[in-house]
């Protein structure tokens, strides 16, 4: 029989948690071939996440769970989910039931044809989310894929199956600064993807939002592209060659009339000041990220658990 363990990242989870075990355990009792595990990973929540996931494992013998000391955020609740894992294969899904556990069977057959993962993707025509949300989504997904070396469908979630070799791949890449599904596009392997129907979240609140969701898209160019860093001498030369046009401007503006000379001027500095401003904001964020790579602190700190990290 074939193991599978489901990784769950949790964030002020405790009221859809037993709802989201009680629905997967549906799914799983019409796949008696495999052997299910939950990996259950609170974020550091604020309500009674840890309690519940307690609860859920003296009820249930295959729920195990890690309860980080803070919260460390998402990218590092699956990493540390993924490093407890020893099945064949491993789930990677939310706990909110907007990645419906219905699609178990479709996965894990596309699994057994010889695909090393099987991810999804929210169809366009599924989409709910507000007209500016998705707007930002999909210029995201464009920015991504022409931008670094890592492809990816438009409405691409975290949600997905993949083998142990995977797996061990993705463990191997220790960066403490994390964007999950590029990596998991990284690594390579064989990666069948279907699109799903995206489920409205019936129970508690979503923990993202607009500004957590433009981070986010952040960490996920810079994490694997040096493309921002060419855009500033691209921009440099540019305005190089504004500027040589202002100063034949200047010239011309000197000889025959100084009438509305200043008003130009004063929009060219501001706007050198801006986009210089961009420019140290790039070169910030890459000097950041090095910075918090070289401290080479640990990408998370397990409180309690109720399992021990798998040797590798």
């Known amino acids: 029989m074939k193991t599978v363990d489901i990784v769950v990242p949790c964030f002020n989870e405790e009221e859809v948690l037993p709802e989201f075990v009680r629905v997967t355990n549906e799914v799983i009792a019409t796949l008696p071939e495999y052997s299910f595990r939950y990996i259950l990973v609170n974020d550091g929540s604020r309500d009674k996440t840890l309690l519940v996931m307690m609860k859920l494992a003296e009820e249930f013998s295959n729920v195990k769970y890690v309860s980080f000391s803070r919260n460390f955020g998402k990218e590092a609740a699956m990493y540390a989910g ?10 990677v899904m939310d706990a909110d039931l907007q990645h419906p556990p219905a699609m178990f069977p479709q996965m894990l057959e596309e699994i057994e044809k010889g695909h090393d993962c099987c991810a999804l993707y929210r169809e366009e025509k ?16 464009n920015l991504q ?9 438009k409405g691409a979630v975290d949600y997905r199956v993949m083998s142990r070799q995977m797996i061990d791949s993705i463990l191997s ?24 129907e995206n489920v409205e979240r019936t129970i508690g609140t979503s ?20 493309s921002p860093l060419r855009w500033i001498i691209v921009i440099g030369i540019l305005m190089l060659i504004a500027a040589a046009g202002l100063g ?8 025959f009339s100084y009438v509305g000379f200043f008003m130009p001027v004063l929009c060219a500095i501001l706007a050198v000041g801006g986009i210089l401003e961009i420019s140290m904001g790039i ?12 401290k ?17």
């Open 82 to 91: 993924l490093e407890h894992t020893t099945a064949d294969y491993v789930i």
């Open 126 to 141: 599924e989409r709910k989310d507000g007209f500016i949300r998705t707007a930002f989504s999909n210029l995201f997904f």
């Open 145 to 153: 894929n022409s931008m670094t070396d890592v492809k990816m469908p």
């Open 173 to 196: 890449l220790s960066e403490v600064q994390r964007f999950s599904k590029g990596i998991f596009c990284w690594v390579g392997f064989d990666t069948k993807w279907i699109p799903y």
């Open 207 to 226: 923990s993202w939002n607009f500004w957590g969701l433009f981070r986010y898209a952040i960490d996920g160019i810079v994490c694997f592209s040096v």
């Open 248 to 255: 034949i401007a200047m010239i011309f503006t000197a000889i």
């Open 283 to 294: 070169l910030g964020e890459y000097v950041g990220r090095t910075y918090m790579e070289v």
């Open 296 to 312: 080479d602190r640990p990408i998370y700190i397990a409180k309690v658990k109720n399992i021990e990290k798998a040797e590798r």
